[in-house]
């Protein structure tokens, strides 16, 4: 590009009207180059994965020392588990709290959200609790006048699932959402059927089912987890992950729920173990995308939750209108067009209705073109 600006220069001299023509030419020249770029995008897939209610301060801290002894907490039942992840710098915490994410994922990408070092993502519905969470990450935008908590109404706005699907002219196989909690089967999209969704004790319905599916599909009704609407974490999991190398989606959300089920029942001992199965369950997905032809260097991972937590003794299991700091959430962006500065400090203010734009983006498209969109492409993950 360079090479043909100072040949057109060379050749297009002598009068005043061609040397303004080449004045416009050179000034034009970089922003041509810069709008190519914006749409030449290396990503080809998005796989974003949800933590439900999982704290920026377990992400960015490890285990918790206001928690880790508390008889409240089911702690006093777990020595072996505290010095397994008890290190004196939250640095050193995470690490042993999420040794994959911290020591392999983060560096390759762009970790927001550690209020610590003066990174804050937070939610700008107003409710903090699942739903509005969900549907604001999928959709760039809170609707607080209609989606009033977690009550099971379908979703009022297309999804950036729905949105995607018909823009990339997709088969609706290739976009696809895996959830363990029930309700996503009215969050993830706006008209039943649009995209392909399994969520809580649901069979995958599917003629060519592989051996691997049929089991899974079959062991969620023997192992049965204490919420009624929450199936395991494993289950969902694993059958993303078979979904994911059978049918080849360009979209996949994985909703994990378990580690708000155990802190609203108190048991931190368990929040910290499906903390762990998340990292375990990330380095599994990753290890796979950079294995397959279809998925390596051309797949972002996108990483988040649907809302905080409180942060003392008597509130850390519970979030909502009344937890104010249940408001901050935290995203974690890896892939092809992300630069790889891990943690970020010291950045400015990025908000969940960002993820929906950001995800268009990545996708190569404008976000503008989505209707009613309110968020805005999250420019610290993105390469320019
Ligand atoms: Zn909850």
């Known amino acids: ?43 080809r897939n998005v796989i974003l994965v949800t933590a439900d209610g999982l704290r920026w301060q377990e992400l960015f801290g490890g285990i918790d020392p206001l928690l880790m002894n508390e008889q409240v907490t089911g702690m006093e039942q777990a020595p072996e588990l505290r010095a397994k992840l008890w290190r004196t710098t939250p640095e050193e915490r995470r690490k042993a709290l999420m040794p994959f994410f911290w020591n392999e994922l983060a ?40 989606i009033r908590g977690n009550v099971e109404i379908q979703n009022p706005t297309p999804t950036v699932l729905q949105f995607l699907r018909e823009k990339l002219e997709l088969e609706r196989s290739k976009v696809a959402l895996f959830g363990s909690w029930d309700t996503f089967s009215y969050i993830g999209e706006s008209q039943p059927g649009s995209i392909y969704i399994n969520t809580g004790y649901r069979e995958h319905a599917s003629s060519a089912i592989s051996p691997r599916m049929r089991e899974l599909s079959a062991i969620q009704f023997d192992m049965l987890a204490p919420a009624f609407d929450v199936r395991h974490d494993y289950v969902t999991f694993e059958m993303a992950l078979e979904y994911l190398k059978r ?17 609203h029942d108190k048991r931190y001992d368990r929040v910290l173990g499906m903390i762990g199965y998340l990292d375990r369950s990330l380095n599994v997905l990753w290890r796979w995308l950079q294995s397959s032809p279809t998925y390596r260097d051309s797949t972002t991972l996108l990483i988040t939750c649907d809302h905080g937590r409180g942060s003392t003794l008597e509130d850390w299991t519970s979030h909502g209108e009344k937890i104010p700091e249940s408001q901050q959430i935290w995203v974690a962006i890896v892939g092809p067009d ?47």
């Open 338 to 384: 992300t630069p790889a500065r891990g943690e970020a400090a010291d950045a400015p203010e990025f908000l969940q209705r960002d993820i929906a734009p950001t995800i268009i983006d990545l996708m190569g498209l404008d976000y503008r073109d989505y209707p009613g969109v309110l968020g805005k492409p999250i420019q610290a993950a993105l390469s320019h």
């Open 1 to 43: 590009m360079s090479a043909q600006v100072s040949n057109a220069f060379v050749r297009l001299n002598g009068t005043m009207l061609q040397m303004r023509r080449v004045f416009v030419f050179a000034l034009c020249v970089p922003l041509l180059f810069a709008l190519q770029l914006d749409a030449a995008r290396k990503t």
């Open 107 to 146: 560096p390759k990408g762009v970790v927001l959200g550690n209020l610590e070092k003066k990174s804050s993502v937070r939610v700008t519905n107003r409710y903090h609790v699942s739903y509005p969470g969900y549907s604001e990450i999928l959709t760039g935008r809170a609707q607080d006048d209609v």
């Open 247 to 263: 049918e080849e989606p360009r979209l996949l959300h994985i909703a994990l729920g378990e580690t708000d089920d155990w802190a």
